[in-house]
Nanobody
Framework: QVQLVESGGGLVQAGGSLRLSCVAS????????MGWFRQAPGKEREFVAA????????YYAETVKGRFTISRDNAKNTVRLQMNSLKPEDTAVYYC???????????????????WGQGTQVTVSS
């Protein structure tokens, strides 16, 4: 069983930055692909970014590429999402997720992720 706890959300003006963190329980963290997803009001949850177990490979949605950076610290069981140049359309609840089985095949599909955090709200004002 893996528990994920996100933090770092908040209210920021357009053009600003936020850094989200997700701390995982359990001893196998360094074996999981980790991802960030988001869900805006009235919309389906969508893929934002993901990272391989070693941190050597990263994956991004086109909408955030060049602005967001995902990273992980396996010694601290932590994955982070640095968000720069934020836009009002980035407003959403952001979720951290862990994938234990499929690897990169379904890296952007929420169905491939086994464990989810409770989410943290990010609001970007114009």
């Amino acid at each position: 069983q893996v528990q994920l706890v996100e933090s770092g959300g908040g209210l920021v003006q357009a053009g600003g930055s936020l850094r989200l963190s997700c701390v995982a329980s359990g001893r196998a963290f360094n074996g999981y692909h980790m991802g960030w997803f988001r869900q805006a009001p009235g919309k389906e949850r969508e893929f934002v970014a993901a990272i391989s177990p070693s941190g050597g490979s990263t994956y991004y949605a086109e909408t955030v590429k060049g602005r967001f950076t995902i990273s992980r610290d396996n010694a601290k069981n932590t994955v982070r999402l640095q968000m720069n140049s934020l836009k009002p359309e980035d407003t959403a609840v952001y979720y951290c997720a862990a994938q234990t089985y499929y690897g990169t095949t379904y890296i952007s599909s929420e169905r491939a992720y086994d464990y989810w955090g409770q989410g943290t709200q990010v609001t970007v004002s114009s």
